[in-house]
């Protein structure tokens, strides 16, 4: 399936229609929401939920939850944008990585990560009444949009909600994110965020 084209034909009857519905976005981090920000502020009003129980260390987590408010204060949006944290649950994320901890980056431990982020942000869009929910996950290149799309649907028909399927890496939004990362001077981590991708990329810089 091609997610930006189902995307592009949603905004185009939302604009047609005149309807602005609520979006409760998950976002994993401040350079991977600016795009989707800009993009979809357009269309909707949004709230960023920040749920990353995965993030690895603490110190790290504060860090980029404090970034991605920062920036919300900063874009200026046509419809407005708000911000909720989720728990810092890091349990949650050891639970569900137990036994794929050997796992490279990109298999069925981020899969279940994927998952885990996705379920609570559903949750929490079903309980606040909102019609949409998505993730800022599909614009990283080392992310499987098919896989956060399935994902996406699977949990959305359990909560009742509708997922905003798409794949933010394209119109070349990737490239968008980093000049919009360097317009507002957010911090760009080099891991994904929990300690297996962090020893990963320790590991890849030693070899090169």
Do not use: W
Not at 2 to 12: A, G, I, R, S, V
Not at 29 to 51: G, H, K, Q, R, W
Not at 61 to 87: C, D, H, N, W
Not at 99 to 116: I, P
């Amino acid at each position: 399936m091609n997610y930006q084209k189902e995307l592009d034909k949603l905004l185009t009857k939302l604009r047609k229609e005149d309807r602005v519905p609520r979006l409760l976005l998950h976002s994993c981090c401040a350079p991977c929401s600016s795009y989707v920000l800009e993009y979809l502020s357009d269309y909707f009003e949004i709230t960023v939920f920040y749920y990353n129980p995965n993030i690895f260390p603490e110190s790290e987590y504060t860090k980029r939850i404090l970034e991605q408010q920062i920036l919300i204060g900063e874009m200026k949006t046509k419809y407005p944008v708000s911000f909720l944290a989720g728990s810092y649950e890091k349990e949650r994320f050891y639970e569900i990585a137990k036994g794929l901890e050997h796992l490279k980056e990109g298999g069925e431990r981020c899969f279940r990560c994927y998952a885990l982020r996705l379920e609570e942000a559903a949750r929490i869009a079903e309980e606040s009444g909102f019609e949409y929910y998505t993730t800022t996950l599909s614009i990283s290149p080392l992310k499987n949009a098919d896989r956060l799309n399935e994902i996406g649907m699977e949990i959305a028909r359990k909560y009742h909600i509708q997922y905003l399927q798409s794949d933010f890496k394209k119109k070349n939004g990737y490239k968008r994110s980093i000049e919009l990362s360097k317009e507002f001077g957010l911090y760009r981590q080099d891991y994904c965020g929990c300690i297996y991708s962090m020893q990963e990329r320790e590991e890849s810089k030693k070899n090169k």
